[in-house]
């Protein structure tokens, strides 16, 4: 579905990363964990990316994507954006999805690679699925942790949820796990793992990492979804 909209609201999740969301068409639908493509306006430029919805099905009345300001001209231009700015989306794409069809999920992501993992996690929550679901999410710093309210309040709603942050350069205050994700941390805090789903969201160098660590461990090709970040 193609359809020219309108910004109706901007979130700052963290210093460099912001949510951009619009009004949802009645007419529309898409699965937890597809992406969209949207062109927006730079001067006389028309510009188009693709990015993945960090909203869930379950939201009726936007949809939303959500992206790393880095100093590029796209991220220029979005930073610039302001409510009311015109946009134009065409989808929905993408089978990184989730509906249901596994008991037992690992979700393994780093930095803005959370955003289908996010609109995953609300579509479980909002759908009240028994689907058992660990989050590993991985940050520099702390201050790089996006989502990191909405998480905690998902946690309190939903049982099956149990969220794992880990940051490579802890303050002094931090009481959580240190490191980059690896086996050691994955045998630790999910001890089932065998026996359960990964999905692997973020840059392609993340990516090879995953899927190095989860040949390690001896995890089926077939219980292994991607999502690659190249070109978001």
């Given at each position: 579905?193609?359809?020219?909209?309108?910004?109706?609201?901007?979130?700052?999740?963290?210093?460099?990363?912001?949510?951009?969301?619009?009004?949802?068409?009645?007419?529309?639908?898409?699965?937890?964990?597809?992406?969209?493509?949207?062109?927006?306006?730079?001067?006389?430029?028309?510009?188009?990316?693709?990015?993945?919805?960090?909203?869930?099905?379950?939201?009726?009345?936007?949809?939303?994507?959500?992206?790393?300001?880095?100093?590029?001209?796209?991220?220029?231009?979005?930073?610039?954006?302001?409510?009311?700015?015109?946009?134009?989306?065409?989808?929905?794409?993408?089978?990184?999805?989730?509906?249901?069809?596994?008991?037992?999920?690992?979700?393994?992501?780093?930095?803005?690679?959370?955003?289908?993992?996010?609109?995953?996690?609300?579509?479980?929550?909002?759908?009240?699925?028994?689907?058992?679901?660990?989050?590993?999410?991985?940050?520099?710093?702390?201050?790089?942790?996006?989502?990191?309210?909405?998480?905690?309040?998902?946690?309190?709603?939903?049982?099956?949820?149990?969220?794992?942050?880990?940051?490579?350069?802890?303050?002094?205050?931090?009481?959580?796990?240190?490191?980059?994700?690896d086996a050691a941390v994955i045998m630790k805090e999910i001890p089932d793992y065998m026996g359960r789903m990964f999905y692997t969201c973020g840059p392609p160098g993340m990516i090879q990492v995953m899927?190095?660590?989860?040949?390690?461990?001896?995890?089926?090709?077939?219980?292994?979804?991607?999502?690659?970040?190249?070109?978001?």
């Amino acid at each position: 579905m193609q359809f020219e909209t309108s910004v109706s609201e901007i979130i700052q999740r963290t210093y460099n990363v912001k949510s951009f969301r619009f009004p949802r068409p009645s007419s529309f639908d898409y699965k937890a964990g597809q992406f969209l493509l949207i062109t927006i306006k730079s001067g006389d430029q028309e510009l188009e990316k693709h990015f993945s919805f960090s909203s869930s099905p379950t939201e009726t009345d936007h949809i939303e994507f959500t992206k790393k300001l880095t100093g590029h001209e796209f991220s220029n231009a979005l930073d610039a954006m302001k409510v009311g700015d015109w946009a134009e989306i065409d989808a929905p794409y993408g089978s990184f999805t989730f509906e249901g069809e596994y008991e037992k999920l690992v979700l393994l992501s780093g930095g803005i690679g959370i955003t289908p993992l996010i609109s995953i996690c609300k579509y479980c929550t909002d759908k009240q699925l028994p689907t058992k679901i660990t989050l590993l999410y991985g940050n520099r710093t702390e201050k790089d942790i996006a989502f990191r309210k909405e998480l905690e309040e998902m946690q309190k709603k939903n049982k099956n949820l149990r969220v794992v942050l880990t940051i490579d350069e802890p303050g002094e205050g931090w009481t959580g796990s240190k490191g980059r994700i690896d086996a050691a941390v994955i045998m630790k805090e999910i001890p089932d793992y065998m026996g359960r789903m990964f999905y692997t969201c973020g840059p392609p160098g993340m990516i090879q990492v995953m899927d190095g660590i989860l040949e390690g461990l001896r995890i089926p090709q077939g219980q292994i979804k991607r999502e690659n970040f190249a070109g978001y």
